[in-house]
């Protein structure tokens, strides 16, 4: 059956879809949101770690924010510790659940049509607009659309319909999370183990109200189910989850090949983790992702306003890519390190004074993604009553 009209149909419901479908619903086009999940606070894959720049550059809701994280203790294979501290605020962990709440609250007050519980199916075109083919159980809809945005992760098929460039290195990352107190001093506890993490990082993130515990690495190269049993059982008495049961489980592929040089054409565009728009050497997304879906959005209504093609070029990948030499760079000796002997050498290193500063930079600096112009003064979420927030996202849902 042939469905509705819409400027832009918006694939995927997770911080780059909820942000780009709310800016242009904001901007008063049409806009569908769609998501194969029932409710947006179901199966969150990220971390929801926040650095010190969004936090500077974006007013996020105070009760979607856990508290300040200023010290990060990066540790070696044998547990050499290296701390490092800074006189700000440099991470908070996002509520995400809570957040992408609050954030589809956004969307509909901006007019934004949601269609929790349907797929992306296909994307056909009839010489004028794309007609989305979307799948919602036993039944399929079918919608004509001027513009398509892929919010749909690191495997977009949003992207691959529309010929657009595609992630071909990633992680995979696996955590557990629990919701308890901890009289730790709220850190990020990070591990350099090439057995336990290989090409990332194990991880501990405790901000005295949660304690989010995981481990990530090249998939070829470890089990990652495995691999979080085993760190779990070497941190988890010092951390107070011994025969803990987590409160949610995460996890998924997380791109760390840089922003993608094709990321946009005159049928659609992707933003987020389908654009990889994640850090290629820390695997921070959620601030290039806010970064670049505010950019999308303006082009998305500049170009379907004026119908200049080059209008697109300001959101082009291959710019974004000079940014992230040195950080790819970095990606590919980060990864080459096999044996855990190297990796402890690589930490003692960075324990000297010549290298320390290398480190802070690395966990404390503000290169994540360029500016776009669309940061400053601007509120990215929608704001309410934080009391709203226990509404579910099906009294919500347009049929």
Known sequence: MMGSDYDVVVIGAGLAGLETARRLGERGLRVLLADAKHSVDRAVHTTGIFVRRTLEDFELPEECLGPPVSR????????????????????????????????????VAAGVEWAPATRFA?????????????DRG?????????????????????????????NREWIVGVEEVFRIPSSEVPAFHCWLDPVLAPGYLAWVVADGEEIHLGTGGYADRFRPAEALRAFRARVEDRFGVRGRVADERRGGRIPVGGV?????????????????????????????????????????????????????????????????????MLRRALGAIRSPLLAE????????PLLRPLASH????????????????????????????????????VA
Do not use: N
Not at 150 to 166: I, N, P, R, Y
Not at 362 to 384: A, K, N
């Open 260 to 328: 993608l040089p094709r990321i946009a054409c005159a049928r659609g565009l992707v933003v987020g983790d389908a654009a990889g728009s994640v850090s290629p050497l820390t695997a921070g997304g959620l601030d290039p992702c806010i970064r670049l879906s505010a950019l999308a959005a303006r082009v998305t209504a500049e170009f379907l306003e004026t119908g200049d093609p080059s209008v697109l070029r300001a959101y082009s990948g291959d710019a974004f890519r000079r940014r992230f030499r040195s950080r790819l």
């Open 362 to 397: 690395v966990f404390f600096g503000r290169g994540s993604f360029p500016d776009t112009g669309e940061e400053r003064g601007y509120t990215p979420l929608h704001r309410r009553d934080p009391a709203a927030a226990t509404e579910t996202d099906e009294r919500k849902a």
């Open 72 to 107: 990060v203790v990066l540790y070696s294979p044998a547990g050499r510790a290296l701390p490092l501290e800074s006189p700000r605020t440099e991470y908070r962990v996002g509520r995400m659940g809570l957040l992408y709440r609050q954030m589809l609250e956004g969307c």
């Open 345 to 352: 050498l690589g930490c003692a290193a960075m324990r000297t």
């Open 122 to 134: 296909g994307v056909l075109d009839d010489g004028e607009r794309s007609i989305v083919l979307l």
């Open 138 to 166: 036993a039944s399929g809809r079918t919608v004509r659309t001027r513009w398509i945005v892929g919010a749909d992760g690191a495997t977009s098929q949003v992207g691959h319909a529309l010929g657009l460039s595609e």
